[in-house]
């Protein structure tokens, strides 16, 4: 090999790194320059070896990251991301570039994906769909073996017992003499307190980031971490993680494979941590042996895209470096490092419409290679740009400066693919779906407003509700601002890198988006609980236009519902159920099975709802009257929908229904907030007069009803923004307060929080009025009352025949006839 001069020994050339270091990432691509290695091995599952290649297609774009997925469980997973300034990425593109072989030679991704099948109990070894293990880097080991989460740094594997160390013979056997000692070691923070500093990240950058680029020697980087990493070894040892020795035996047979292959012109992309291991002597039977036996799942491997905000730590990923943007700055700026990010921080103040000059980027500059010269570092790092910012740009806040934070040194960036990688065919289909309907995915978190009466906005639609059956979160619902028809939608999307994963589980339900969905959701109707998620299932089915799932959705519930009885159950599932015919009109969905399945479940809801509301407690009462207010809205939408000229001809819902309600508010043994509420929604309905109202609540609170009685029809009756109501009608306010005045002390304290409750739901406006009414006594006439009254031309009522005289202008106005008009009126 050429590299044998400079202080670099015989053997395979030894390159251990600090995963997404960026100082790591130039010195390999300097000493690989230098050394003209004949193959690369870099540490990765050797499964995607195959996978290599298209690391140089011009449609990768990194972060991106290699996935690793059980077939069999697609959930079972493991990622190892790659940043553009990962010195693995590095290695990749220098091979390719120089048309040299490169190879991964970390334990298969087979066995790692088993141990943490086979050790659910081991929280180092889980891997799992619901929480992905951490991703290769320093301050974690690789993510897919089986010590992720486990703190170190420039390697995977740190935190071992004192004392331990390796014989020459086998270095996995451990000294038995040396007690065990469950300590978790960080390198980094190791060697930089040894160096004197409190935070290891400004030490690396010291030593490492802010490294001359006129270094002689491309290995000395390497061989003096090479030195610091075996005198931790040789301290710490492997604290245990027999695992971790498993791995690098396996790395050994691989690194002597190639040597045989190309004597020793090869070149090892690793951890710092595991140098020391690779480089002790072992026998081949040792390393051999440690691999008996091992478990085996059959997986698959591809590139997904990745994101720089998973590369951080602030976004609770573990992937061992706070500001991914900051390295990635530092890895391609070519010159001027400290000025170039300053001028990236004032385009960015100014896209937010903050005043940032030329002067403030000058003064910025100045400022942090001031702060540099005091603090005794080389040159300015992350913390001097930072407090320089936040002094000149942003006068001392941290507002902005978290705008800062966010967009640039962690950043939204995120990768692409070529599409000539491995995917499952639902992969393929979503990503024909995203270019035919135009919606890229961004991990940047993004609302986006669609109108349904536009077809590519249905389509993305459908699109979005569909991923959201198959358990892909890439779009969430969110509250349309300006409108509540049901013809407009707000989505608000991000695209995560998990999501392939869930895409892949995905996979097993199908091989298209929409057949996918159709089996999915067929299945959970049939694994469906309650009748309630049967309703909400319909409801999804007909937002994702599924035709093909409807049938067995209703047949499901269609089952559920006769054979439910449990009225609450069915008071429940009925709005969901209701919502869903609103979608007929916008989407053109067929809903007359579903119509005639909701006027069913009403009917059954009508006949049980007023036993369903005797002997209730307070609990029970509040939460069967919050039944009632859903049912009653349900009805209104189902006797519109049934009444307008159909053959189902369920307009007499709402008659029956208000039947129901007087039944309600009649019975003694219904509990008082459940009465009230009847002869409320009764009231707004127009089918109880304010006279007959006042009526029923002066014999309700009568001094024979038991306060708390009262106080509970109170809150049902005007609870729930019924203020106004007593605002308009000071007959009811009088009846409320002359109630308040007779109930005793002692019964006071305990219908007091009732009415709290009840009033404190109340607008500010509408409590401030209500306040004054009750300060001058309800009925009594106001000064502007009276003041009016006494005008000359002002009378008591309305007049009509002088209304009737402005009719002929308002229909020359609105150019209506005299029936239009008075349907209008009316």
């Known amino acids: ?141 690789t993510a897919g073996t089986p010590n992720a989460g486990t703190p170190s740094a420039g390697t995977p594997n740190a935190g071992t017992p004192a004392g331990e160390s390796p014989s020459a013979s086998d270095p996995a056997a451990p000294d038995p003499s040396t007690p065990d000692i469950d300590i978790r070691v960080d390198p980094l923070a190791v060697l930089a307190e ?49 695992r971790d020795l498993v791995r690098e035996a396996y790395m050994r047979l691989q690194v002597r494979a190639a040597q045989r292959e190309f004597d020793d012109d090869v ?24 691999l008996k036996g091992l478990p085996k799942v059959k997986a698959d491997l591809t590139w997904v895209p990745w994101t720089h905000r998973r590369l951080s730590r602030a976004s609770g990923y573990g992937a061992g470096i706070d500001s991914p943007g900051w390295y990635g700055h530092l890895f391609g700026a070519p010159d001027r490092p400290v000025e170039r990010w300053m001028t990236k921080v004032a385009g960015l103040f100014r896209e937010e419409d903050r005043i940032v000059s030329s002067a403030h980027v000058i003064e910025a500059v100045r400022l942090a290679e001031t702060l540099a010269v005091m603090r ?14 936040r002094a000149v740009m942003c006068e001392g806040s941290d507002v902005p400066l978290s705008l800062v934070r966010d967009r640039l040194v962690v950043g939204d960036v995120l990768g692409e693919v070529p599409s000539g990688a491995p995917a499952v065919p639902l992969q393929r289909d979503l990503d024909r779906s995203q270019r035919r309907l135009r919606i890229k995915p961004e991990a940047l978190e993004r609302e986006l407003e669609l109108d349904l009466r536009k077809e590519i906005d249905a389509g993305r639609s459908t699109l979005l509700h569909r991923l959201r059956l198959l358990r892909i979160e890439w779009g969430e619902p969110a509250a349309s601002r300006g409108s509540t028809g049901t013809f407009r939608e707000t989505w608000r999307l991000r695209w995560e890198p998990e999501l392939a994963v869930r895409v892949a589980e995905a996979g097993v339900w199908g091989t298209t988006v929409p057949a996918a969905a159709t089996a999915k959701a067929e299945a959970d109707a049939v694994g469906a609980e309650s009748l309630a998620d049967v309703t909400a299932l319909a409801e999804r089915c007909l937002l994702a236009e ?49 119509t005639e399945v ?98 029923l609540m002066g014999l309700v609170l009568s001094p024979g009803t038991p306060p708390a009685d009262a106080a509970a029809w109170i809150e049902g009756f005007v609870g729930g923004g019924g203020g106004l109501l007593l605002v308009h009608d000071e007959r009811l306010l009088g ?51 009276a003041a009016v009254a006494g005008i000359p031309g002002f009378g008591a009522e309305p007049d009509a025949g002088r209304a009737d005289a402005v009719v002929p202008v308002l229909r020359l106005l609105l150019g209506l006839d005299d029936d239009e008009l008075v349907g209008v009126a009316g």
């Not at 997925?69 to 190892?80: C, I, K, L, Y």
């Not at 980031?209 to 040892?237: I, N, Q, S, V």
């Not at 219908?751 to 709290?756: A, G, S, T």
């Open 194 to 242: 040894a160096a004197g500093y409190d935070d290891p990240e400004r030490w690396w950058e010291d030593v490492v980031e802010h490294r001359g680029a006129g270094e002689r020697d491309a290995f000395a980087p390497f061989t003096a971490l090479e030195e610091a990493m075996g005198a931790l070894r040789e301290t710490y040892g492997v604290g245990g993680r027999d």
């Open 267 to 290: 070149a090892v992309v690793c951890g710092a941590w595991h140098v020391p291991a690779l480089r002790q002597k072992s026998s081949v039977a040792a390393d051999r042996a440690l």
């Open 1 to 141: 090999m050429a590299g044998t001069e400079g202080g670099r020994g015989a053997g395979p050339l030894l390159l251990g790194v600090r995963h997404h270091g960026p100082g790591s990432a130039r010195a390999v691509r300097a000493a690989l320059a230098a050394a003209r290695p004949r193959v690369v091995l870099i540490e990765g599952p050797p499964e995607a070896d195959a996978l290599i290649p298209l690391a140089a297609d011009e449609g990768m774009r990194p972060p991106v990251a290699l996935l690793a997925h059980a077939v069999d469980e697609p959930g079972r997973s493991a990622f190892w991301p790659l940043a553009e300034f990962s010195p693995e990425w590095v290695a990749i593109r220098w091979a390719l570039e120089h048309e040299v072989p490169a190879r991964f030679i970390d334990l298969p991704a087979t066995h790692t994906l088993a141990w943490g099948r086979d050790d659910e109990a081991d929280a180092e070894g889980e891997l799992t769909g619901e929480e992905q293990p951490p991703e290769p880097t320093a301050e974690t080991p």
């Open 546 to 594: 599924l035709p093909d799932a409807l049938p067995v959705v209703m047949k499901v519930l269609a089952d559920r519902a006769a054979l439910d009885t449990d009225v609450g159950h069915l008071a429940q599932a009925l709005p969901a159920l209701v919502r869903s015919l609103r979608y007929g009109d916008v989407r053109g969905t067929d809903t007359g099975a579903l």
């Open 376 to 389: 005794g570092r080389p040159l300015p790092g992350l913390g001097e740009t930072t407090d320089a910012v």
């Open 598 to 695: 909701a006027a069913g479940l009403a009917e059954r809801v009508f006949v049980g709802l007023p036993p369903a509301c005797a002997a209730l407690d307070g609990d029970a009462a509040e939460e069967m009257r919050r039944h009632v207010d859903a049912v009653h809205g349900a009805v209104g939408l189902l006797g519109d929908a049934g009444g307008s000229g159909t053959e189902s001809g369920h307009g007499d819902l709402r008659v029956r229904w208000r039947a129901v309600l007087r039944t309600l508010s009649a019975r003694d043994t219904v509990p008082g907030v459940i009465r009230g509420r009847a002869v409320r929604l009764l009231l707004d309905e127009g089918e109880l007069g304010a006279d007959e109202a006042a009526r």
């Open 735 to 785: 009846l409320v307060d002359e109630w308040l005045t007779r109930v005793p002390a002692e019964a006071f304290t305990d219908v007091l929080p009732l009415l709290r409750r009840t009033f404190s739901s109340y607008e500010p406006g509408v409590r401030r009025t209500l306040g004054e009414l009750v300060r001058r006594g309800p009925g009594k006439p106001t000064g502007t009352t």
